[in-house]
C-alpha cells in the first residue's frame, strides 16, 4: 500500500508537474458467502481486503479534471459541467467513466465539485471480481468528500460510488461492492442486509484462518446475459410463488425460508425452483456462516462455503470447469476448511478458508494441480480482511 503511494506521488509530479495535496485510498473486496441474493433483498457477507486503489490530487482553478492512471498508463480530462444532467452516451464504458460517474452522482445531489488534477494507482487486479471498480470510485468519492468537505462519509461515498456505477457506467449492480469498499474493518466480514442497508461487523477469528483467492484467468464475459437471466428468473419465481397465495405481500425471496421450499415444489417448474432454493438456502448460509465464525467453529464455516459452491454450481448453475476443479482440488488438501466461487461466477474467483500455518502449500499445490488440468498458472493471493477508505492531506 505504502509503496504503491510513493510510486504514485513520483508518477504525479511528473505528469503534472506539481505535488499532489490531498489522497485518498479504498480497498478491493471479497464476499465469504451471499452469492446472488443482493438484487432480491437479501443477505451478503465481503471483508474488504488488503490491496487497495490510491488516488492522489490537486485543486485547479475551474471546474476542468485532468486524469492519469498508472495501471492503464492512459489520461483523460473532462469537464464537471459536461456531466451535469447528462448520462454517459451509447457504447461500452471506458476507465474514466467510472471518475465521471462519481462526479455525476455528487451533482445529482447539487453537490458543488471544483476541478482537480488526479492520478490513480492501484494494487488490485482490474476486472479480476475484486471490485476495482468500487474501489476506483468509493477512492475518488473519498477524496472529494474529504478535500472539498461534502459531508459524505463513509456511507454516503458509497451511495455515491453505487449511484456512478449504476446511472452512469451502466452496470446493474447491488450495494455489496461500494459499502464493503468504504465500510470494511480490519479483522472482520460485514454482514449486509441488502434490504434495511443495515451493515453489521462480524469478527473473522484472529490468528485463526487465511484467506486464499484464486483466480480463474477466465474473465466474465457470459456475465452480463447470464446475470440478466437470473435476475429475471428470481423475479419469475417470486411472482409464481406470489400468485399460488404461497408468500402474501411477498416483493422478494428474502420473504421466504428454506421451510417454504416444499410447498415452492409445487408451483414452481424445475429451474425457477432449483434458482429460488439457492436464494432462499444461501441466506440461511449466511446468517449460519456468521454465527460459525462467533464459535470460532471453522469447519461448520467451511462446510457453509462448500455447501454454498454445491448450491451455486447445481441449483444457480454460475459455476465453471475452472471453478469447480480449484474448489474440488482445494478440498483434498489438508488445512482447507472450504472453497467456494466468489463473485458473479462464469469466471472470476474462488475463495478459500484455510488454517494459516497450511497456507502456503495449499498455495502453491492448488496452482499445481490447476497447471496440470488447465496448462497455465492461476494467480493466488492471501488477502486479510481490512479497514475500508481513509483520506489524507499530505
Ligand atoms: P472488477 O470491479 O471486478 O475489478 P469491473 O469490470 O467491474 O471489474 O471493473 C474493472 C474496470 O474498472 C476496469 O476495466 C477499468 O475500466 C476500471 N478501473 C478499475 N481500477 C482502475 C484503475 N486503477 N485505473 C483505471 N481504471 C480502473
Ligand atoms: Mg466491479
Redesign the pocket.
Known amino acids: 500500500m505504502e509503496a504503491i503511494h510513493g510510486e504514485l506521488l513520483g508518477g504525479f509530479r511528473e505528469r503534472f508537474g506539481r505535488a499532489p495535496v490531498v489522497g485518498a485510498r479504498a480497498p478491493?473486496r471479497v464476499n465469504w458467502i451471499g452469492e446472488h441474493t443482493d438484487y432480491q433483498e437479501g443477505l451478503v457477507l465481503p471483508s474488504a481486503i488488503d490491496r487497495d486503489?490510491w488516488v492522489l490530487a490537486t485543486p485547479r482553478p475551474g471546474r476542468h479534471f485532468r486524469v492519469w492512471?498508472?495501471?492503464?498508463d492512459?489520461a483523460g480530462a473532462f469537464d464537471v459541467a459536461d456531466l451535469e444532467g447528462e448520462r454517459r452516451g451509447e457504447g461500452p464504458?471506458?476507465?474514466?467513466?467510472?471518475?465521471k460517474g462519481v462526479v455525476f452522482a455528487l451533482r445529482e445531489r447539487e453537490l458543488d465539485v471544483a476541478g482537480f488534477d488526479l492520478a490513480?494507482?492501484?494494487s488490485?487486479?482490474?476486472?479480476?471480481?475484486?471490485?476495482?471498480?468500487?474501489?476506483?470510485e468509493v477512492a475518488v468519492a473519498t477524496l472529494l468528500d474529504g478535500a472539498l468537505g461534502l459531508g459524505l462519509g463513509p456511507e454516503g461515498c458509497a451511495r455515491v460510488a453505487h449511484r456512478g456505477?449504476q446511472r452512469y457506467?451502466g452496470?446493474a449492480?447491488g450495494i455489496l461492492?461500494p459499502f464493503a469498499c468504504a465500510l470494511g474493518r480490519a479483522d472482520h466480514a460485514l454482514r449486509i442486509d441488502c434490504r434495511s442497508q443495515e451493515v453489521r461487523p462480524i469478527a473473522v477469528p484472529p490468528g485463526r484462518v487465511a484467506l486464499l483467492i484464486a483466480h480463474s484467468g477466465v474473465t466474465?464475459e457470459l456475465a452480463a446475459s447470464a446475470y440478466g437471466d437470473r435476475v429475471a428468473e428470481c423475479r419469475a419465481a417470486v411472482l409464481a410463488a406470489r400468485q399460488a397465495g404461497l408468500v402474501p405481500g411477498a416483493g422478494a425471496l428474502r420473504d421466504l425460508s428454506p421451510d417454504d421450499l416444499p410447498a415452492l415444489a409445487g408451483v414452481l417448474e424445475p429451474t425457477l425452483l432449483r434458482r429460488a432454493r439457492h436464494v432462499i438456502t444461501e441466506n440461511a448460509r449466511v446468517d449460519a456462516f456468521c454465527a460459525a465464525l462467533g464459535r470460532a467453529d471453522l469447519e461448520a464455516a467451511g462446510a457453509l462455503l462448500v455447501e454454498g459452491q454445491r448450491s451455486l454450481a447445481e441449483d444457480y448453475e454460475v459455476s465453471i470447469p475452472e471453478i469447480d476443479a480449484l474448489c474440488a482440488d482445494a478440498a483434498e488438501l489438508p488445512g482447507v476448511y472450504g472453497s467456494r466461487l466468489t463473485?458473479a461466477g462464469f469466471g472470476?474467483c474462488t475463495l478459500h478458508l484455510v488454517a494459516p500455518e497450511a497456507a502456503a502449500e495449499v498455495s502453491s499445490a492448488l496452482a499445481a494441480r490447476f497447471e496440470r488440468r488447465f496448462g497455465r498458472t492461476p494467480s493466488i493471493l492471501e488477502a486479510r480482511p481490512s479497514d475500508g477508505a481513509s483520506f489524507v492531506s499530505l
Not at 69 to 72: A, E, V
Not at 124 to 136: C, V
Open positions: 478491493g486503489t492512471t498508472r495501471d492503464l492512459e464504458a471506458g476507465w474514466l467513466d467510472y471518475v490513480i494507482a492501484s488490485l487486479p482490474l476486472g479480476s471480481g475484486l471490485s476495482s471498480s468500487a474501489a476506483l456505477e457506467v452496470v449492480c461492492d466474465r463473485g472470476g
